[in-house]
């Protein structure tokens, strides 16, 4: 068939300026007031990449008592801020919601480019987009997502990035129906450009969000099954994925992959149930392929991914059952799969396409009102983020801390303060790490030890101060069980209202000690009560002989300086990990792991000083040959 260029370009005008009036006002905000999202941390990692380069062989020192920084998130989005940030000199904020407003307009316009593909009709691709934009089936027909979204129950993508922060997801959408395009294309035509084209749209999916590139897999696997395809193709498809997983390796290393299945699996929520549904749902759809066998494959297509997303997002929502990590989130996927059947039935009935325009109207009149009504800067000095996060950096500068609730996620956009978590849990690599902060958060167990054994998982990661949100407190996230058990334990040295912040006193500031070898843990904690050798640990901190002094001489290199008498060790409290190694006085020194993933070394430096150096690059970086 002839392509119509000049309705299909008036089309996708209209669809760009209905979606432009949307969310133009976000494009030129700067903090926004919805502290209570994720938002923080990815503003850390592009204000980060404004001032040094990160590559995949990095440490970062800031989050989780340290990380390689390919565990970090995706470096995409961040990256791409802070160039943005640069070449405009403005702020890394406003290049940040720059770009997510960039992403929020054009994802409808490939939503639009999509559906044309698929369903060769003008007026199905624009049913698709308007849908797409101005609905989210998904809040219509489960109660939970609608009471979150308040009035923005029909802007879900816009919602997501306010008030979740979900900003690299909302970017990845932008891009995942091209790369579903490029991969029809690819596997229809057989053409080198389109495997090429295929390549670097999956490539660029999987740096910028995970949860975008197994919904772009799940969405590929769905086409092949619907499309009525030769065996040649399947071998196509394999070459693209091999393909891209030789472009992103440098930042999807196997350690990395290891690292999110497990932390994946310690947080996932459904157990074997997980498994049963996911299997019932490869069977339905394979039963629902059979019973459509005479639809055309556009039909298929749209009815696979609507039930395929639709039971994943459901399953999450209603029963806690999550067949894929955080299965709610994949419900901008399900939104599109209803959409393009929408986008179908209007393109067979005339007077169903003059219905929905008349509603588009009244959606978009109040959608608009909507977006504009959420679109307001902050006051970001008055926000309690900011004014915890210079309190900390004002009284212990250089030294780690407990920033717990939002605070952990915004303590990096505002200062350089290492923390014991502020990251996102399945990327950490220290499982004792992970269940000192649990037992602080819960005091589960604890009874009325609660608090001392928080203090000392608190100080056996070297953690200086810890911020408290109260019940009444001004954060929407109260993450403490008891937020109250440290009233009395601990100096209080700021509060405000129901929020305070407590001091860990300490003898040295310093995240290097000099103990005894035989205070070290030994043994893993079997859970976050087992603290007998983490108490033994921090009391020899008490009554080290000495102070070593302990300096970052940039994110993935340190220098301890100071005297360690004989017969002792030196604990360095930043995470265990291979790529770490260390000199003594220039001598090659063997780095090990204590009982609770912490570095430790044997420095034996006779009675002169220790001059020790700490270098990390990760160890699957070096394999690569396409990144620095």
Same mark, same amino acid.
């Given at each position: 068939?002839?392509?119509?260029?000049?309705?299909?370009?008036?089309?996708?005008?209209?669809?760009?300026?209905?979606?432009?009036?949307?969310?133009?006002?976000?494009?030129?905000?700067?903090?926004?007031?919805?502290?209570?999202?994720?938002?923080?941390?990815?503003?850390?990692?592009?204000?980060?990449?404004?001032?040094?380069?990160?590559?995949?062989?990095?440490?970062?020192?800031?989050?989780?008592?340290?990380?390689?920084?390919?565990?970090?998130?995706?470096?995409?989005?961040?990256?791409?801020?802070?160039?943005?940030?640069?070449?405009?000199?403005?702020?890394?904020?406003? #290049?940040?919601?720059?770009?997510? +407003? $960039?992403?929020?307009? /054009? !994802? &409808?316009?490939?939503?639009?480019? =999509?559906?044309?593909? %698929?369903?060769?009709?003008?007026?199905?691709?624009?049913?698709?987009?308007?849908?797409?934009?101005?609905?989210?089936?998904?809040?219509?027909?489960?109660?939970?997502?609608?009471?979150?979204?308040?009035?923005?129950?029909?802007?879900?993508?816009?919602?997501?990035?306010?008030?979740?922060?979900?900003?690299?997801?909302?970017?990845?959408?932008?891009?995942?129906?091209?790369?579903?395009?490029?991969?029809?294309?690819?596997?229809?035509?057989?053409?080198?450009?389109?495997?090429?084209?295929?390549?670097?749209?999956?490539?660029?999916?999987?740096?910028?969000?995970?949860?975008?590139?197994?919904?772009?897999?799940?969405?590929?696997?769905?086409?092949?099954?619907?499309?009525?395809?030769?065996?040649?193709?399947?071998?196509? #498809?394999?070459?693209?994925?091999? +393909? $891209?997983?030789?472009? /992103? !390796? &440098?930042?999807?290393?196997?350690? =990395?992959?290891?690292? %999110?299945?497990?932390?994946?699996?310690?947080?996932?929520?459904?157990?074997?149930?997980?498994?049963?549904?996911?299997?019932?749902?490869?069977?339905?759809?394979?039963?629902?392929?059979?019973?459509?066998?005479?639809?055309?494959?556009?039909?298929?297509?749209?009815?696979?991914?609507?039930?395929?997303?639709?039971?994943?997002?459901?399953?999450?929502?209603?029963?806690?059952?999550?067949?894929?990590?955080?299965?709610?989130?994949?419900?901008?996927?399900?939104?599109?799969?209803?959409?393009?059947?929408?986008?179908?039935?209007?393109?067979?009935?005339?007077?169903?396409?003059?219905?929905?325009?008349?509603?588009?109207?009244?959606?978009?009149?109040?959608?608009?009102?909507?977006?504009?009504?959420?679109?307001?800067?902050?006051?970001?000095?008055?926000?309690?983020?900011?004014?915890?996060?210079?309190?900390?950096?004002?009284?212990?500068?250089?030294?780690?801390?407990?920033?717990?609730?939002?605070?952990?996620?915004?303590?990096?956009?505002?200062?350089?303060?290492?923390?014991?978590?502020?990251?996102?849990?399945?990327?950490?690599?220290?499982?004792?790490?992970?269940?000192?902060?649990?037992?602080?958060?819960?005091?589960?167990?604890?009874?009325?030890?609660?608090?001392?054994?928080?203090?000392?998982?608190?100080?056996?990661?070297?953690?200086?101060?810890?911020?408290?949100?109260?019940?009444?407190?001004?954060?929407?996230?109260?993450?403490?069980?008891?937020?109250?058990?440290?009233?009395?334990?601990?100096?209080?040295?700021?509060?405000?209202?129901?929020?305070?912040?407590?001091?860990?006193?300490?003898?040295?500031?310093?995240?290097?000690?000099?103990?005894?070898?035989?205070?070290?843990?030994?043994?893993?904690?079997?859970?976050?009560?087992?603290?007998?050798?983490?108490?033994?640990?921090?009391?020899?901190?008490?009554?080290?002989?000495?102070?070593?002094?302990?300096?970052?001489?940039?994110?993935?290199?340190?220098?301890?300086?100071?005297?360690?008498?004989?017969?002792?060790?030196?604990?360095?409290?930043?995470?265990?990990?291979?790529?770490?190694?260390?000199?003594?006085?220039?001598?090659?020194?063997?780095?090990?792991?204590?009982?609770?993933?912490?570095?430790?070394?044997?420095?034996?430096?006779?009675?002169?000083?220790?001059?020790?150096?700490?270098?990390?690059?990760?160890?699957?970086?070096?394999?690569?040959?396409?990144?620095?």
């Amino acid at each position: 068939m002839s392509i119509p260029w000049r309705r299909l370009t008036l089309a996708a005008i209209g669809v760009f300026a209905l979606n432009l009036a949307f969310h133009y006002p976000y494009a030129t905000l700067g903090y926004t007031n919805f502290w209570s999202s994720n938002e923080g941390a990815f503003l850390a990692l592009a204000r980060a990449q404004q001032t040094q380069t990160y590559g995949p062989a990095d440490w970062w020192p800031y989050w989780n008592a340290g990380l390689p920084f390919v565990n970090t998130y995706q470096p995409a989005l961040p990256k791409l801020t802070a160039w943005l940030a640069n070449a405009a000199h403005i702020d890394v904020v406003h #290049a940040y919601h720059f770009i997510t +407003a $960039t992403a929020l307009t /054009i !994802a &409808p316009l490939a939503v639009f480019a =999509l559906a044309f593909f %698929l369903l060769r009709s003008v007026s199905g691709a624009i049913a698709t987009a308007l849908a797409y934009s101005l609905l989210s089936p998904a809040a219509l027909i489960i109660p939970r997502l609608r009471e979150g979204s308040g009035e923005m129950w029909g802007l879900r993508r816009l919602h997501s990035a306010l008030v979740y922060g979900e900003a690299p997801h909302v970017v990845a959408l932008a891009l995942t129906p091209l790369a579903w395009l490029a991969f029809a294309w690819m596997v229809r035509s057989r053409r080198f450009g389109a495997l090429l084209v295929t390549v670097i749209l999956a490539s660029a999916l999987a740096l910028t969000n995970s949860y975008a590139a197994v919904a772009f897999a799940i969405g590929c696997a769905l086409y092949l099954l619907a499309a009525d395809l030769r065996i040649f193709s399947l071998g196509i #498809a394999a070459a693209a994925a091999i +393909a $891209t997983y030789i472009v /992103i !390796a &440098p930042w999807w290393p196997p350690m =990395l992959l290891r690292t %999110l299945a497990a932390g994946t699996e310690a947080v996932a929520v459904g157990g074997h149930a997980r498994r049963w549904w996911a299997i019932a749902i490869v069977v339905s759809l394979i039963l629902t392929r059979r019973i459509l066998n005479t639809a055309k494959p556009a039909t298929r297509y749209a009815v696979l991914t609507t039930l395929c997303f639709g039971a994943i997002v459901v399953l999450s929502m209603t029963s806690g059952v999550n067949v894929l990590f955080h299965g709610y989130r994949y419900q901008h996927e399900f939104d599109f799969g209803v959409a393009l059947l929408l986008g179908i039935v209007c393109s067979r009935r005339r007077t169903v396409m003059m219905v929905g325009l008349a509603l588009t109207a009244t959606l978009f009149v109040w959608n608009l009102r909507v977006a504009h009504r959420h679109a307001i800067e902050s006051r970001y000095k008055e926000s309690l983020p900011y004014q915890v996060s210079k309190v900390l950096e004002q009284r212990y500068p250089n030294r780690r801390v407990m920033a717990t609730s939002s605070e952990a996620f915004w303590l990096n956009e505002f200062t350089n303060l290492p923390q014991l978590s502020g990251g996102h849990d399945p990327m950490g690599v220290n499982r004792a790490q992970m269940i000192a902060v649990y037992t602080i958060y819960t005091g589960d167990s604890a009874g009325a030890h609660d608090a001392d054994i928080s203090i000392a998982w608190l100080r056996a990661f070297g953690a200086a101060a810890i911020f408290v949100p109260g019940r009444h407190g001004r954060d929407d996230w109260k993450p403490f069980a008891n937020p109250s058990k440290f009233e009395g334990k601990l100096p209080l040295v700021w509060q405000s209202g129901d929020d305070r912040i407590y001091e860990l006193p300490t003898k040295s500031s310093s995240l290097a000690h000099t103990i005894p070898k035989d205070a070290l843990v030994e043994c893993p904690p079997v859970h976050g009560l087992d603290t007998f050798e983490v108490e033994r640990y921090v009391n020899a901190l008490d009554t080290e002989p000495g102070v070593l002094s302990f300096d970052w001489q940039g994110p993935s290199q340190a220098r301890i300086h100071g005297q360690v008498p004989a017969g002792n060790v030196v604990s360095i409290q930043i995470n265990h990990y291979p790529g770490w190694t260390a000199k003594v006085n220039g001598r090659p020194t063997a780095l090990h792991a204590d009982g609770i993933g912490l570095m430790w070394l044997d420095p034996r430096c006779g009675s002169g000083g220790c001059e020790i150096e700490l270098t990390f690059r990760h160890p699957e970086a070096r394999r690569s040959a396409l990144w620095p």
